[in-house]
């Protein structure tokens, strides 16, 4: 039987549905019943309980071959990186209590780095605490910027008829859509072919701009001159604020676009086959072309 966390969310929904149409056990931990019901009707055991708290994740982990963990965004945090801890101690000491064999862990691109990378230095300090644990096999899957993150400018698009971010025009990001980072760890969470501590990069299907990509959303959009946007990293503070998002929040992120900009955040492997993801930009643009739509 396998938990996994996150379950409603962009990865861990696919996990779930895959793992059950295989035919095994899963639980299923999110803090709402109601928006948990798709899964359990799917035949998931449902789990209501919070990522923070340690006792509750010991008894969801007890007795599991394998889970799949993430620290969740928390957008509201006036501490992201102690809500960060928080969760990632919770989650390592429930690991460890269960006594749980093997662990996939959803980090990012640039969790090697400790400082300067806004959100991804608390997956940094997640990778170091459960490499610390003795007995848990760990895989930590590091994936790049999500194409889903690209929702965040339905808004803008709408209201102002451009995309934009602080992301410079002219740096090729590579993007992934979620499905794919879903698909690699369903095949790693039944195969449970990792041993030890190991981390693998996941790029998107190429290298994209965000003028390019902003072409390719607007085509599927109906708007193929849809322009593309640098923005200072104050008006983006003041956007994501404006967005509800916590001043701590906004400037996190900040942290890590100012990063991407200058070239810290990136991958650390040449891509090749091993890394490299099936879902192109024009599929995405589909997708977002229907929450665009809806
Ligand atoms: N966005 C990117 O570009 C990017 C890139 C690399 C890595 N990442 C990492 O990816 C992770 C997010 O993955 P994702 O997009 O698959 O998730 P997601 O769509 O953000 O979903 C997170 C899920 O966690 C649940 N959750 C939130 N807080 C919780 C809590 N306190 N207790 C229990 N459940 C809680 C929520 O379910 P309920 O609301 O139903 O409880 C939600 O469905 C983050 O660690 C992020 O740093 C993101």
Known sequence: MYTITGATGNTGKKIAEALIAKGQGVRVIGRSAERLRPLADKGAEPFIGSLEDASALTRAFTGM???????????????????QNKVGEALS?????????????LSSLGAHLPEKTGPI???????????????AHVLHLRPTYFMENLFWSI?????????????????????????????EAIERLLRLDFAGKSTKELLGQRDLTMP???????????????????????????????????????????????AFNEGTLKPTEARSERNTTPTSIEEFSQVFAAAYKS
Do not use: C, W
Request: hydrophobic share 40%; no cysteine; net charge positive.
């Open 65 to 83: 071959k394998a889970v799949y963990v993430m620290i969740p965004p928390n957008y509201q945090a006036e501490n992201f990186r102690a809500y």
């Open 93 to 105: 000491t429930a690991i460890a209590a269960a006594q749980v064999p093997y662990v996939v862990n």
């Open 121 to 135: 230095k608390g997956l940094y300090a997640m990778e170091q605490r459960l490499n610390k644990l003795d007995r």
């Open 155 to 183: 808004h803008l698009i709408k209201t102002m008829g451009m995309n934009g971010s602080p992301l410079r025009g002219d740096l090729p990001i590579p993007m992934i859509a979620t499905k794919d980072i879903a698909a």
């Open 212 to 258: 390019e990509t902003t072409r390719i959303l607007g085509k599927a959009i109906g708007k193929p001159d849809l322009p593309y946007a640098q923005f200072s990293y104050e008006d983006a503070e003041k956007a994501m604020v404006g967005m509800g998002l916590s001043i701590d929040m906004a400037r996190s992120f900040n942290e890590m676009y100012r």
